[in-house]
């Protein structure tokens, strides 16, 4: 069969696999929903948020009892999808008439069956780009992103790696979620959970908010247009979208007008399901999802003057808040030597030894001030305030006892300034973006919430729109925003002619030189692409940033590769693996301007550590026997002497 052909049915194949897990995850939180509030349908956006909650407290059972397998998650995602198609079929009468409604409405309003048909188009632009690409980053996809759920369908866990930054930091929602893509494609379609999956639920969640709000139909587009529009800055594939659906789903959840008449069980529940999920995904959420945690209790606690029903779902909330993290956090233990970097411990990070700064280690006041001067001007934040403060101007928005608005605004504004500082100062928008948009968008519904369509040309009216419209100037004109559509048509035609992330050659590479070494020997990689590895034939470790996460007393630097040699040996790692052709991707001559004093400290001390250990396994390279040589891939024994002659 031709390869044009080939690539055409590999792409429709995976564009129809990542809906079934979108259909599947709708069912599992169809299952919530039918648990915890049977007298009540939610919608399927929110279903389905809630269908990824459970998804990712799941992952972790499975992950620290070493039980995730290909079987196992095809299970798990076609009792989903079963009781899905079961719910559709007892309940599709419920469809017809709000379906039939909207498109009287459409015949009747041509802009509005214009934006609809546009907005439609972008939202199946934005799915189709996400189902094949070769565009990933080769440091940290590689390095780790590809390997955690591979490591997971083969050994059923990830497994602990002391060596491994991103692994220790990393509480694994995101790489679980993964495997849902890799039990059946491969690792060219990764970026279908959050990019794709992610997105449609994001939409899914705005389309019921703006039903329960009452917006105008011709708003509800322009703040979906807006939102399709927004370029999350995806520098890999971890958790960017999916983590957004998810903030959105907390809130709507305590703005739900129901909220008070359910029982404080199943909202404790929910509420701790969805946080818990927030942070295992990314551990970047974690402060701001802890913020508008509390806040949210705080505000509904003081509100009802310590009613007991209001402490009581708030102890509840929290102690399966922890019961749903645990697991997460038991893997993160046996692997970095913490339950939580670096909230509840540094564990092997290379500043316990002295050997690394962390991001803030050079922060002073200035420096400090700087920072949060950077912040408060930046575009995201100012767009905050300002829909911030003419809400709360027009009288705080109290939603069912919970401030919701004013929880919101203090977890993004304060969430954004304390990341930034604990980074001192790098990745400001990357690292809040899942929750700094998500929050301008709903701040924004609220603002325009109860103007009509009739009344959009009347001054008075009109102060919320002109306020709304000066927003979307900001975001879609920011130098962080921009238009995502002609990237997606990019990468939709590459996926349509094939993409092959790896060649058949590389794969015969990576077998030979993982066959060169004895079975169940303990091997230190920094290749490539490490994702090739069979892990279940060896004991593999990951030096994704050398001398990040290192096991005590801390992996040496700066010393010469024999105290390195001598280390590695003291742990009982006999066995180096390097991509000396390619650098394991970090080529000096291509990063050396990462070592300037300009750069930021994080960065900076990282590429210092990464170019010594590489320049130390070179050496080694000549004065230790390789026992597998492909001219691009070596294998070391490095407790081998090379024989010189």
């Given amino acids: 069969m031709d390869n044009s052909v080939l690539g055409i049915i590999s792409y429709l194949f995976a564009f129809t696999w990542g809906i079934c897990i979108l259909f599947s995850l709708i069912g599992w939180g169809g299952v919530l929903n039918r648990l915890l509030f049977p007298k009540q349908r939610v919608d399927w956006g929110q279903r389905a948020a809630w269908g990824i909650a459970f998804s990712v407290v799941v992952g972790g059972v499975l992950n620290v009892t070493w039980t995730i397998s290909r079987v196992v998650i095809l299970i798990y995602l076609g009792l989903g999808f079963t009781y899905l198609i079961i719910d559709f079929y007892k309940n599709r009468y419920l469809f017809r008439t709000p379906l039939f409604q909207y498109v009287r409405d459409c015949r009747k309003d041509k802009v509005l069956f214009l934006g609809s048909i546009i907005v439609v188009l972008l939202i199946l632009l934005q799915y189709a780009g996400s189902i094949a690409t070769d565009n990933f980053n080769g440091h940290d996809d590689y390095h780790a992103y590809f390997v955690f759920p591979n490591q997971m369908l083969q050994m059923g866990s990830m497994s602990p790696d002391p060596f491994s930054a991103r692994r ?114 990314k551990s970047n959420l974690i402060i701001p999802c802890m913020i508008l945690f509390s806040l949210s209790y705080l505000f509904y606690i003081v509100d009802s003057k310590f009613e007991k029903k209001s402490v009581d779902e708030f102890l509840f909330s929290t102690g399966l808040f922890i019961a749903f993290i645990l697991p997460w956090m038991l893997s993160m233990y046996q692997s970095s030597g913490t339950f939580l970097y670096p909230l509840l411990g540094k564990g092997y990070h290379g500043s316990v030894y002295g050997t690394l700064l962390l991001p803030y280690s050079e922060l002073t006041i200035l420096k400090a001030l700087k920072i949060i001067c950077k912040v408060v001007l930046s575009i995201d934040f100012l767009a905050l305030c300002l829909l911030g403060f003419v809400i709360l101007r027009q009288g705080g928005q109290k939603l069912i006892s919970r401030e919701s608005p004013l929880s919101l605004i203090g977890s993004a504004a304060l969430g954004k300034i304390l990341l ?68 997606a048509l990019s990468k939709i035609k590459s996926g349509l002619k094939g993409v092959d992330l790896v060649s058949q050659p590389e794969v015969a590479q990576y077998t030979k030189m993982l066959e060169a070494i004895p079975s169940g020997e303990t091997i230190l990689t ?30 040496p630097f700066f010393k010469g590769s024999e105290a390195l040699a001598d280390y590695l040996s003291s742990k009982s790692i006999r066995y180096v693996a390097y991509s000396y052709a390619s650098e394991a991707n970090f080529p000096f001559e291509d990063l050396q301007k ?40 070596f294998v070391l024994d490095l407790l081998s002497r090379k024989k010189h002659k």
């Fill in 168 to 281: 220790n930091v990393s509480l694994g929602g995101k790489p679980f979620l993964d495997t849902f893509v890799l039990s059946t494609l491969s690792e060219e379609n990764l970026n279908i959970i959050d990019s794709g999956v992610g997105s449609i639920v994001a939409v899914g969640l705005l389309l019921s908010f703006f039903q329960g709000k009452e917006i105008s139909k011709i708003i509800a587009i322009f703040i979906l247009l807006l939102f399709l529009q927004i370029d999350f800055n995806q520098v890999n594939i971890t958790a960017v979208t999916v983590p957004l659906a998810l903030f959105l789903s907390l809130f709507r959840f305590l703005n739900w007008e129901r909220l008070r008449l359910n029982h404080f069980l199943a909202n404790a529940c929910i509420i701790a399901l969805t946080a818990a999920a927030i942070c295992a995904l």
């Fill in 420 to 487: 930034s500082l604990a980074a001192g100062g790098y990745g400001m928008y990357r690292y809040s973006v899942s929750f700094i948009v998500p929050a301008i968008i709903i701040l924004m519904i609220i603002n325009l919430e109860d103007i009509r369509q009739e009344n959009l040309i009347n001054l008075t009216h009109s102060k919320p729109v002109i306020i709304a419209m000066f927003v979307a100037a900001l975001l879609l004109g920011g130098p962080r925003y921009q238009c995502i559509s002609g990237g």
């Fill in 526 to 555: 920094r290749l490539s692409k490490p994702f090739l590895m069979d892990f279940r034939r060896n004991r593999i470790f990951l030096a994704d940033y050398p001398g990040e996460f290192s096991p005590p007393p801390g992996m």
């Fill in 594 to 633: 990462r070592l300037s004093p300009e750069t930021d400290t994080w960065t900076r001390t990282q590429a210092q550590h990464t170019f010594d250990f590489q320049d130390n396994l070179k050496q080694l390279g000549d004065t230790r026997k390789r026992i597998y040589d492909d001219g691009e891939n």
